[in-house]
Structures are given as structure tokens and as C-alpha cells.
């Protein structure tokens, strides 16, 4: 146990539950959650913080310490210590009993974890009992469960070459220091989804958490200092308004990966300023998904389960389906029930069980969103429904479920990602045509196909070029699926063996036989 530093610094905490089951967090303005480096919960260098705001009341949720230059380089300076000098990457049995620990740990705290990721993401209460918090805590058991059973060795048996008999075999062996860079709007999920497999692969490290989502973090970070057996280094948290501090992490010599999740602007960067070093890259970027209806769907559960995607969590997903893809002779009915599930799910409070749409993250995203929806009617768009501030929501960054129909695939608003609750309706002229029109992107991050001929779907599946694909209302995320995107949605995979094994190197070696 280590974390002792922490006793006068704290995450906000959770105040009660009401009858309502409505949990909410009392804002700490004085204790700013701290920074977690070497073992140590500690302000920033020079005692700088920055404020939160909760998302739905534009109330400060918390303050959180801001790391500076010199904070990242003794983040950094810790992991490496800790992986070239412990056996933390060899002692494979520890590494699983830590990661059950972090899981029973963060079990215990559950509540004060959904009351904070509720007021600081403004995500609605739903989605915490799966992948914005309750799901990924689990998945650390998996983790866990995959070290035991992992071959770390393999024989590759006898041969000869240039008259030398050899035994040969391969070894695989943790990439040494991970720098996490994560984004704001599943950031239980991606944050543990880096922590997790790179500390199960016996890795140490560094996790910079996006400005709009620190407490979270910090509040994770603490309950591992606090509450389990990780050694000093091994994990460090290192909260930043600047994003410059999180950029040393891609040109740090000491840093042997960076594993980012963002924007695909950001990750050309991140790329970028890794070459020179020449270290790995493993990134999980951008989408503009599909949603492909072929003319023998059902149409209204299609456009149903395609709006309800769109506007979850205020279409704030990289994996979401932002483009309805319809037969053109059905289009007219489409955009009704594309309508009337949009009305469904009109913005709610995020601390009630039953929203879906929750606020947007942050003034600026409402802007950036409300500034395409713009957009869409300035390049010749309809408004279908939507397209403003609900009326009742006088504080919060909400913006209405908006459809837009009118543009075809190459529309700004059908080729770039906006992260609002916004889709758009796009006719197709057959499958080939549905096909021609999910693959115009850039990006390649997910999808979804509806049809009921089985050969049918089957062609437009093997078509897609995208990581994640949804057959008829299938649900691929899992701690054993491997997801990650095709072209510009990025490089690499992240959850399943798969993103377990992209923390790992291979060594093969050979004796004399
Ligand atoms: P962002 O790219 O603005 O920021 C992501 C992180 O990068 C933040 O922590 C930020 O501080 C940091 N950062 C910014 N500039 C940097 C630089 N030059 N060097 C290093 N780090 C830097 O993204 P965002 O707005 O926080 O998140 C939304 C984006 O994330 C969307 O594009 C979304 O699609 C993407 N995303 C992708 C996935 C995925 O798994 N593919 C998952 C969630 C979100």
C-alpha cells in the first residue's frame, strides 16, 4: 500500500443517494484532487489547479491539480525506475492478484465512481452500469484471468541453419513504459482499457487523462494508491490543462509506447512526434459510421436502433452510427422513424435511469456541434427535427436529437465527425451503392448492416472496410473483442488478446541443440 501523502487532497465525494436513486457528488472546491507519481497523491508543482464543471448544471463539480512540465518528467522518471528496476514484469502472479485487487477496490467504491462520472461526463446513469464505468471495472478480472492463462513462451523446436543445430523458442515481454493519453467521453472505459491490459502486460505507466475529465481519473488513481499493492511507479496519473504536457509523452526517449485515444487530428500529432524517437504508436482515432438498411430490412427497428445509437450519451461515442444509410424508394418513411425515435429521446437529466441523451461535455463541443448543424443547412441540408437548445433545459450544454436529410454522402456533415446527437439520412441506389457509400470516409471505426438475405448481409459485411460491425441489432463490445479502426480511425486494437498483446514484444531465442 502506498498513498499515504493523500490524507488533506481529495476527489469531490459522493454526498448521498437520495430516495430517488439519484445520485450527486458535493462539489470540492478547496482539496483539488491530486496528481499520482511515484507512489505519491500530490499537488501540482507550484500548487496550480483548474476547475470542472458538470456538464448538465454548469456547476464546478471540482478542482484537480495541474501538472506542469516537471510533474510529467518525474511521472515518466517514476515508470522507468519501476520497470527497469522491479520485477513487476516478470512476476506475472503479482501483476493478476494486483489487478483483482484494483477491480475489488473500485467495486467497493461504485457509488462514489457513478456519482462522479455522472457529474463530471455528464453521462447518463445507464450507461455507468456498462461501459462508462461498471463494465470496465469488471473486464480488470479478465485481465487478470489472461495473465494466468497467457503462453508467455512458445517452442518453436529444432533447427538447422548454416550448419548450427538450435532449440528455438519466443518470449513475449512487456514494452517497458506506456504513455496513456485519453479523451473525455467514456474515460472509465479508455482509461482503464489502457491501464488495465498494459499493467496485466507487465508494463508501467504514465496516464494523461483529457482536462475535462481529471476527477475521474484522479479518483481511480487514488483508490489504487490507497487500496492495493501496486509498487511505487507502476501507476502514475498525471492531470494537466495543458496539452503540451501530455505531448512529452511522445517525445520522451523513456517512453517506449504511447497508447492514445482521440481525435485523429490529435493522433497524426502524437505520431508525428513519436517518430523521432521511433517508439510504437497505438492509436484509437476518429468514426463517421454507418448504418446500412437493404431494401429487405425491417425498416423501423433499423432507423429505431440507428437513432437511438446516434443520440446516446448526446452522440458523444467515436463508435457511434452518425449516417443512416436507406434504400432512396424508402426514404420518406425512414426519415419518420428516424424522427420519431429522435423524439423519444429527447435530452434528460443524466442522474435519472431512464435518459439516454445526455448534455454535450463542455461549451465548446455544444458550440463545435451546433456549428455543423449550421453548416448542414448552409450546404443545402433539412432540419428534420431538432437542431437547437431543448426549452427545457435552461442551464447545460444540451442540444437536441437533430436529423438532417437533403445532402448526400459528401456533405461535410456526412464525411466529418461532429460528437453530437446528430445523424444523417442518406439514400442508396442498391447494395452496391450502400456499400460505395459506407466506405467514402476517411475513417473505418464501426458500423452497422440490417437485412434480412442472409448471402445479402453477408456481401456487405465482407465489404466494410471498419473494425467493428452490427448485424441486425448485434452488439459487439466485450473485454474479449478486439476494437480499434480501419484507415484514419486508426492503428492497432484495443480490449480482447488482441489489445492485451499490443503491450507486449517478442523475443526469439536460440541454443545450441
Ligand atoms: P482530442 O484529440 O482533442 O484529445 C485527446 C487527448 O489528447 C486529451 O487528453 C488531450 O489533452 C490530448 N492532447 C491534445 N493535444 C495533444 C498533443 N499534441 N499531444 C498529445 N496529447 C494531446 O480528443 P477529445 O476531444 O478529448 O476526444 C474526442 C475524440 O476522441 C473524438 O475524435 C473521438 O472519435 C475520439 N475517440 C476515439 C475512440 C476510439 O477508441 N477510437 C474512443 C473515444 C473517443
Known sequence: MFGL????????TLTHIPADGRPTVSPSTTDPAPLLIDGELRPATGGGTFEVLNPATEEVVGHSADA???????????????????????????????????????????EELRALTIAEVGAPHMFTTGPQLEGPVADLGWLADLVEAYR???????????????????????IGVVGAITPWNFPNQINLAKIGPALAAGCTVVLKPAPDT?????????????????????????????????????????????????????GKKVMAAAAETLKKVFLELGGKSASVVLDDADLGSACFMTALNACTHAGQGCALTTRLVVPRAQLAEAIEHAKGAMAAFAPGDPT??????????SAAQRERVESYIRLAVEEGGTIECGGGRPAAHEKGFFVEPTLISGLDNSARVAQE?????????????????????????????????????????????????????????????GADVPF??????????????????????????ATPA
Not at 452 to 460: A, I, L
Not at 485 to 506: A, T, V
Request: proline fraction near 4%; glycine fraction near 10%; aromatic fraction near 6%.
Open 352 to 361: 435519472d435511469p431512464g435518459t439516454l441523451c445526455g448534455p454535450l461535455v
Open 417 to 477: 465527425e461532429i460528437f453530437g446527437p446528430v445523424l444523417v439520412v442518406i439514400p442508396h441506389d442498391g447494395d452496391d451503392d450502400a456499400i460505395r457509400i459506407a466506405n467514402d470516409s476517411p475513417y473505418g471505426l464501426s458500423g452497422a448492416v440490417w437485412g434480412t438475405d442472409p448471402e445479402r448481409v453477408e456481401h456487405v459485411v465482407s465489404s466494410i472496410r471498419t473494425g467493428t460491425l452490427g448485424v441486425n441489432g448485434g452488439q459487439w463490445y
Open 484 to 509: 480499434g479502426g480501419y484507415k484514419q480511425s486508426g492503428i492497432g486494437r484495443e480490449m480482447g488478446r488482441e489489445g492485451f498483446e499490443e503491450y507486449l514484444e517478442i523475443k526469439a531465442v
Open 5 to 12: 501523502a493523500s490524507r488533506q487532497l481529495s476527489t469531490p
Open 152 to 174: 508467455w513462451t512458445e517452442d518453436l523446436g529444432e533447427s538447422e541453419i548454416m550448419g548450427v543445430r538450435s532449440f528455438r523458442s519466443t518470449r513475449r515481454e512487456a
Open 214 to 266: 481529471p476527477l475521474i481519473a484522479a479518483a481511480v488513481a487514488r483508490i489504487a494508491a490507497e487500496e492495493t499493492d501496486l509498487p511505487a511507479g507502476v501507476l502514475n496519473v498525471v492531470n494537466s490543462a495543458d496539452h503540451a504536457v501530455g505531448a512529452q509523452l511522445s517525445t520522451d526517449p523513456r517512453v517506449d509506447l504511447v497508447s492514445f485515444t482521440g481525435s485523429t487530428t490529435t
Open 68 to 110: 506542469t512540465a516537471a510533474d510529467m518528467d518525474a511521472a515518466i522518471a517514476a515508470a522507468r525506475r519501476a520497470f527497469d528496476t522491479t520485477d513487476w514484469s516478470t512476476d506475472h502472479a503479482f501483476r493478476a492478484r494486483c489487478l483483482r485487487q484494483l477491480r475489488d477496490a473500485l467495486q467497493s467504491h461504485t
